[in-house]
């Protein structure tokens, strides 16, 4: 092999293990974020199939997502899933402030 050749096979050799990095990196931060998401549900006292209907997505989708695993429009389906958890939270003060107002009179 000449040396032209060689110094090419390293450049992809390198090329290739950034590339591995940068997977790996993702993977990392999509699993810690479905962990997050696993664990803001629970303590909601929801179940992936309530999450699954609500959004309108296939709960294998959402299980996925939750294990970090490669899903298709994972972004999108992140926040879509994050709102869900913010509006049953909303849902559940609001009606706690009502509750203690009624308390009241």
């Known amino acids: 092999m000449n040396p032209q050749s060689e110094k090419c096979l390293k450049q992809a050799e390198s090329v290739n293990k950034r590339k ?10 999509w699993m810690t974020e479905g962990e997050e998401l696993v664990r803001w549900r629970e303590s909601l006292g929801l179940s992936r ?7 309108g ?3 294998g989708r ?3 997502l939750e294990e970090g695993e490669p899903v298709r429009d ?4 992140m926040q879509v899933y994050k709102l869900l958890l913010e509006k049953v ?6 009606k706690s402030i009502v509750e203690s ?3 009241r009179y």
Do not use: G, H, P
């Open 20 to 29: 591995e990095l940068v997977k790996k990196d993702l993977r990392k931060k």
């Open 62 to 64: 959402i299980k996925r």
């Open 74 to 77: 994972a972004r999108l389906l």
């Open 57 to 59: 997505v296939d709960q």
């Open 89 to 94: 939270e909303m849902k559940r003060a609001l």
């Open 101 to 103: 107002v009624e308390l």
């Open 49 to 55: 199939a309530l999450i699954a209907r609500e959004t």
